[in-house]
């Protein structure tokens, strides 16, 4: 989505899950080089999620600042504006905006991943690799 200091990004909502029923994502036959998956209550917490797991693990100075200084801005592009809705209700429960449990007991959670291309890797080269992916 966006292009900076050499890198790109994308988050992309995967929606409202539990740890048991959550699918995952990866990025094989996709452009991207890593993807990072954030769980919580709004959008914008597991986009936070996905974010701090990034800057966590990846040891290129230059990508780290780069996704730290995501703006709450290109999130909100990203995600779309109910960023702040809660999973509660988002799944149509106005009394209780806590997230609400499965039949398993287990809490659903909004999931964000993060996916990111390498550093270095230039706009030419990244258009070229969506267009083989």
């Given at each position: 989505?966006?292009?900076?200091?050499?890198?790109?990004?994308?988050?992309?909502?995967?929606?409202?899950?539990?740890?048991?029923?959550?699918?995952?994502?990866?990025?094989?036959?996709?452009?991207?080089?890593?993807?990072?998956?954030?769980?919580?209550?709004?959008?914008?917490?597991?986009?936070?999620?996905?974010?701090?797991?990034?800057?966590?693990?990846?040891?290129?100075?230059?990508?780290?600042r780069a996704i730290a200084?995501?703006?709450?801005?290109?999130?909100?592009?990203?995600?779309?504006?109910?960023?702040?809705?809660?999973?509660?209700?988002?799944?149509?429960?106005?009394?209780?905006?806590?997230?609400?449990?499965?039949?398993?007991?287990?809490?659903?959670?909004?999931?964000?991943?993060?996916?990111?291309?390498?550093?270095?890797?230039?706009?030419?080269?990244?258009m070229m690799r969506r267009?083989?992916?």
């Amino acid at each position: 989505m966006e292009t900076q200091e050499k890198y790109h990004w994308d988050l992309s909502d995967c929606g409202i899950s539990s740890p048991s029923y959550f699918q995952g994502v990866g990025t094989a036959h996709t452009p991207w080089d890593m993807v990072f998956v954030g769980v919580g209550n709004t959008l914008r917490d597991a986009a936070e999620d996905a974010m701090e797991q990034a800057c966590s693990v990846m040891d290129d100075s230059v990508t780290q600042r780069a996704i730290a200084t995501i703006s709450d801005e290109e999130i909100v592009d990203s995600l779309g504006s109910s960023v702040d809705e809660t999973v509660g209700a988002a799944l149509g429960n106005e009394e209780d905006e806590d997230n609400e449990e499965d039949n398993c007991g287990e809490e659903n959670q909004y999931y964000v991943a993060l996916f990111v291309s390498e550093a270095g890797v230039t706009d030419e080269d990244f258009m070229m690799r969506r267009v083989h992916a």
